[in-house]
């Protein structure tokens, strides 16, 4: 998939110096908030590498990158919101992060709510556990940026049309 031009994260800053930084190098995230975004813009762009390289389960259950492109093979993610932020910052060892991740799957939008916790590592932030919720079927509130023509770019960062993509069906 090509590089969005904005991050999928939300943050309204180009892709390249946001996100890509990190994705480029893993373990690089200052902030647990930071790599929660960097997570998420992954997840947005199938990047599962990633994903397996930036987390530590306390599980201590090992995912591979094909058991998470399994599970999100059919999941499209639309919009990040922080909630709330509680240490996770460069001198902390450990951190959290709520948030809201609203996603589309077929013709279903949804809302996956999660309270993650991260742990500094060696000087690298890694995701460790999170207590989440899904809930489907949740109306999708439009923001300003999302304030979008048919023909324009997708705000997804997918670089096609916006009646092609998420606003299919719609």
Known sequence: M??????PCGTARPYEMCCAMYHNNPGTAP???A???SRYSAFTLNNFDYIVA????ESGQAQTANDIADSNNQTQWIRLDVVETDKGAEKDQTGMVSFC????EGKHIGRLSERSLFQKIDGAWFYTSGEHEVQGNTP???TQ?????RNDPCHCGSNKKFKKCCGKGS
Not at 2 to 7: G, I, N, V
Not at 54 to 57: D, F, V
């Open 35 to 37: 790599l929660m975004r």
């Open 54 to 57: 930036t987390q530590k389960l």
């Open 101 to 104: 991740a609203h996603f589309k």
């Open 145 to 149: 940026a999302m304030n979008i023509g």
């Open 140 to 142: 999708l509130v439009k």
């Open 31 to 33: 902030t647990a908030e």
């Open 2 to 7: 090509p590089a969005p031009s904005h991050c």
